[in-house]
């Protein structure tokens, strides 16, 4: 059981990053079912992933709990809000899911368009709302800088592939081939440096415990054309964190995260990966009709 303090900051955390009071202030209304992201345009390769031995089980959970939900727009009777709070509290996984989405929405980072203006500050946003909740430990953070001097570009795009581990082998194609265009156009475009945000991922483990791995990335480069010879500089930034969910705590605080947002993980995931016509399934918050 949660002291009276510790259920304080719960409240509190929650009531900060509460994604209906966080729409409203941006002119937004919450909805319960949202499909499609059109009009929003495509990054490099943004990826949500969990994994671990408790996967299956979350999802089967997660089924169930659909079973018990309202039509959209409806509160559910206080049976199905029972039933619906009993399979939240059994299941972390979309609890852990659940907290990290509320903390991304009251940050406006989208890693669907790392892009966007401002959209690296809101990362940092992001992984400061998720490491000042009373729900995660952070085990470890760090941000490693690269500023490299290329003989060739051919021969670079390599290297700087390499500097990503721990990443699926289509997501480095992604990389691979988005690099091979930026050296292009740094090579027709001389003097003028190409950026891009280049990688934002999530990946949750889920096994006897629940560890979250946070990762970002910007890339620029650069080809200056002097009177003898041409230089060209690479610079990278990469950003990771690593933290564990309080798990054993989850059954306590549950209901009070439920009554503000509900995030699935395969609604999680599909949030959080670059995909074309992508359908998100938004469960703002449940309260029982009397």
């Not at 299941?91 to 009251?106: E, F, K, L, Q, S």
């Not at 990389?175 to 991922?201: C, D, E, G, V, Y």
């Not at 699935?264 to 009709?289: H, R, S, Y």
């Amino acid at each position: 059981m949660l002291t009276n303090k510790e259920l304080e900051k719960v409240n509190s955390w929650c009531a900060m990053n509460d994604p209906a009071n966080v729409l409203r202030v941006r002119g937004e209304e919450p909805v319960f079912f949202r499909s499609g992201f059109s009009g929003i345009p495509n990054p490099v390769v943004s990826g949500g992933a969990v994994t671990g031995d408790g996967l299956q089980d979350a999802l089967d959970k997660d089924k169930a709990f659909q079973g018990f939900m309202p039509p959209a727009g409806e509160n559910p009777t206080m049976d199905q809000y029972d039933n619906l709070l009993a399979i939240f509290r059994s299941n972390p996984g979309t609890g852990c899911t659940t907290v990290m989405d509320m903390a991304r929405i009251a940050a406006g980072f989208n890693p669907l368009n790392p892009d966007l203006k401002d959209n690296e500050k809101a990362f940092d946003d992001y992984v400061g709302r998720i490491m000042s909740a009373p729900f995660f430990f952070l085990n470890d953070s760090s941000r490693t800088e690269y500023h490299r001097g290329e003989k060739s570009w051919n021969l670079a795009v390599n290297d700087i592939v390499n500097l990503y581990e721990g990443i699926e082998k289509n997501s480095k194609d992604q990389i691979r081939k988005s690099i091979i265009n930026m050296t292009q156009a740094a090579a027709s475009r001389k003097n003028t440096r190409q950026t891009k945000s280049l990688f934002a991922q999530s990946t949750l483990n889920l096994e006897n415990e629940i560890q979250v791995y946070i990762y970002s990335s910007n890339i620029s480069l650069i080809e200056n054309k002097g009177r003898k010879s041409t230089s060209r500089q690479t610079d990278i930034s990469i950003v990771k964190a690593r933290l564990t969910f309080y798990k054993n705590l989850w059954p306590s605080y549950a209901q009070i995260v439920m009554n503000r947002h509900v995030k699935m993980i395969d609604a999680w995931v599909k949030d959080n990966t670059t995909q074309p016509g992508a359908n998100l399934v938004d469960l703002t918050c449940f309260e029982p009709t009397a």
